[in-house]
T-cell receptor, first 111, second 110 residues
C-alpha cells in the first residue's frame, strides 16, 4: 500500500498560471480532503468529497476547483494562480468517522 | 461558521517537564481527533475521542474530551525531544467535515 500520494512535491507558478495538484489513494476510502497550510499556521479545508461524483466546499474554496471521478483520485485545480495561494497543500483520505491519512504535501509558490 | 481554537500557540519546555494543549470548539462536536506534525512533515493521526468525558491514554500521552463535547486536551508527561512538533486537534459536528485547530507548537529543550 502506497497510502496517499501527491504530485508534484514542489512547484513554482507565475501569477495567472493554472495547474492541477494530483492526489491518489489506494486504501479504498470514500472520504477525501484537500487542505492548505500557510507557514506557521493550521490547516484550512479547501474542498472535500464523500464519494465518487460528490464534492463540497470547505472553509476556503475560492480560487480552486475539484473533481472526483473515481474513488482513488481527487485532483485540485488552481485557476489564475495568485500570490495568496502560496502554501503547502495536503491531500488526505479516510473512512467515515475514522482517522485521516495525509499525503506528503505539495509545496506551491506563486510569484 | 465552526471555529476551533487551541492554546497555547507555542510552548517551550525543558526535557522531562509536562506539557498540555487545550482545544475549544464554538460548536458541539460529534468526535475530535488529534494529530502530530513534525517540522517539514505531514500530520499524523494520534487518536480519536467520541464519548462525552472520554479519557484515553497512549504511553505518556493522555487525551480528554469534555463533558459538553466542545473542548479537549492533550497532556504529555515527562516530555522527550522526540515529542517536538505541532499538535493539532480536528473536530467535526458530523462524521466527515473536519475543522482543524490552530495548533500548538512544542519545543523541548534538552
Amino acid at each position: 500500500n502506497a497510502g496517499v500520494t501527491q504530485t508534484p512535491k514542489f512547484r513554482i507558478l507565475k501569477i495567472g498560471q493554472s495547474m492541477t495538484l494530483q492526489c491518489t489513494q489506494d486504501m479504498n476510502h470514500n472520504y477525501m480532503y484537500w487542505y492548505r497550510q500557510d507557514p506557521g499556521m493550521g490547516l484550512k479545508l479547501i474542498y472535500y468529497s464523500v464519494g465518487a461524483g460528490i464534492t463540497d466546499k470547505g472553509e476556503v474554496p475560492n480560487g480552486y476547483n475539484v473533481s472526483r471521478s473515481t474513488t482513488e483520485d481527487f485532483p485540485l485545480r488552481l485557476e489564475l494562480a495568485a500570490p495568496s495561494q502560496t502554501s503547502v497543500y495536503f491531500c488526505a483520505s479516510g473512512a467515515s468517522g475514522e482517522e485521516q491519512f495525509f499525503g506528503p504535501g505539495t509545496r506551491l509558490t506563486v510569484l | 461558521g465552526q471555529q476551533v481554537m487551541q492554546i497555547p500557540q507555542y510552548q517551550h519546555v525543558q526535557e522531562g517537564e509536562d506539557f498540555t494543549t487545550y482545544c475549544n470548539s464554538s460548536t458541539t462536536l460529534s468526535n475530535i481527533q488529534w494529530y502530530k506534525q513534525r517540522p517539514g512533515g505531514h500530520p499524523v493521526f494520534l487518536i480519536q475521542l467520541v464519548k462525552s468525558g472520554e479519557v484515553k491514554k497512549q504511553k505518556r500521552l493522555t487525551f480528554q474530551f469534555g463533558e459538553a463535547k466542545k473542548n479537549s486536551s492533550l497532556h504529555i508527561t515527562a516530555t522527550q525531544t522526540t515529542d517536538v512538533g505541532t499538535y493539532f486537534c480536528a473536530g467535526t459536528p458530523g462524521t466527515y467535515k473536519y475543522i482543524f485547530g490552530t495548533g500548538t507548537r512544542l519545543k523541548v529543550l534538552a
